[in-house]
């Protein structure tokens, strides 16, 4: 299910003389900025919501057990909050190839919260790509998430590491703190003591 869209990115925008691009982060950008940036900043992206309905086979899961990450879905009068990242054009080749499994990049206009704005790009994942996976409910995404693991580690941590960066950005978001709520115990920091039979 690796539907690769960095060529496609790539033909998408031209940056001309433009030498630094805002780029809008609401998922794995925010906790993992694993290139390079000359600065960042909160921001939120208005009409769009934050939701586990893309399918992960490349990096949080595997062809035979996807796991789910975030791509943002249309919703009227909604806000995403964020990170904004000012990049160089050319990172969108590092970034193109780390989200190519179905992320196509838009226009979007980033309001910046000291009530500043800019124009800049967002990856979305649209219900058109083979990727995708849609809508469930909380229980079935956290079973699925708590499956799941990938060459980038387990789907959970994705998870939980997004949730610790949103409350560190100060925002609720309900979506992703009913999937953590949802999420079975983690067998891995068990730490019941199975040699002691009293
Ligand atoms: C983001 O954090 O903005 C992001 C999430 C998934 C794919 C690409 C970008």
Redesign the pocket.
């Known amino acids: 299910m690796d539907i690769d869209t960095t060529a496609v990115n790539q033909r998408r925008h031209r940056f001309g003389e433009h030498e630094q691009v805002w780029l ?7 906790f993992k900025a694993d290139f390079a940036y000359l600065e960042r900043k909160p921001a939120s992206i208005r009409g769009h919501v934050r939701r586990f309905w893309q399918g992960s086979h490349d990096h949080r899961g595997t062809p035979a057990c996807p796991g789910r ?3 943002l879905a249309p919703q009227a009068g909604a806000t995403c909050a ?1 990170m904004a990242y000012l990049i160089r054009p050319d990172v969108f080749d590092h970034l193109d190839h780390r ?1 190519k499994n179905g ?1 196509l990049r838009f226009s979007t206009t980033l309001a910046f919260d000291d009530g500043s704005q800019a124009q800049g790009l ?2 979305i994942a649209d219900p058109e790509n083979a990727a995708y996976l849609g809508p469930a409910t909380d229980s079935e995404i956290a079973r699925q998430i708590a499956a799941a693991i990938g060459p980038s580690g387990r789907n959970r941590d994705y998870l939980t590491e997004l949730a610790d960066a949103l409350s560190e950005l100060g925002t609720t978001d309900l979506h992703v703190q009913a999937l953590v709520a949802c999420l079975p115990p983690d067998s891995s920091t068990d730490t019941t003591d199975i040699t002691d039979s009293r």
């Open positions: 809008f982060g609401y998922g794995s950008l925010i990450v975030v791509t964020g989200e992320y967002v990856y």
